[in-house]
Nanobody, 126 residues
Framework: VQLQASGGGLVQEGDSLRLSCASS????????TGWFRQAPGKEREFVAA????????QYADSVKGRFTMSRGNAKGTVTLQMNGLKPDDTAVYYC????????????????????WGQGTLVTVSS
């Protein structure tokens, strides 16, 4: 299974971006998918996660109300709509997927995911 994240770029504070994660070589009909980010010099942190069905979506407190995770129009894709971007959102964003459903209390743990995309850079200028 391979994941490909795209959609990053350089934007100004308050702007929006839409990240996409396309999967190939496998099915995610019962998996959990997630978005994580890693800023320079910091550890990878949880952003959002959802059952591939679209249910049980969770968000980090820092992005709640600004970011929305959903299934993409193309089969096997998920998106992360990011509105009201802030300089603190600057990071490399990674999509991840698990082979099995991750319990809700564990979706924020990177170790729960089996597959990772290569990351896409989001830079927010003030």
């Amino acid at each position: 299974v391979q994941l490909q994240a795209s959609g990053g770029g350089l934007v100004q504070e308050g702007d929006s971006l839409r990240l996409s994660c396309a999967s190939s070589g496998g099915t995610f009909s019962r998996a959990t998918t997630g978005w994580f980010r890693q800023a320079p010099g910091k550890e990878r942190e949880f952003v959002a996660a959802s059952r591939y069905s679209g249910s049980s979506t969770q968000y980090a407190d820092s992005v709640k109300g600004r970011f929305t995770m959903s299934r993409g129009n193309a089969k096997g894709t998920v998106t992360l709509q990011m509105n009201g971007l802030k300089p603190d959102d600057t990071a490399v964003y990674y999509c991840a997927a698990s082979r099995k459903i991750v319990i809700l209390s564990a979706t924020h743990l990177p170790g729960q995911y089996d597959y990772w995309g290569q990351g896409t850079l989001v830079t927010v200028s003030s």
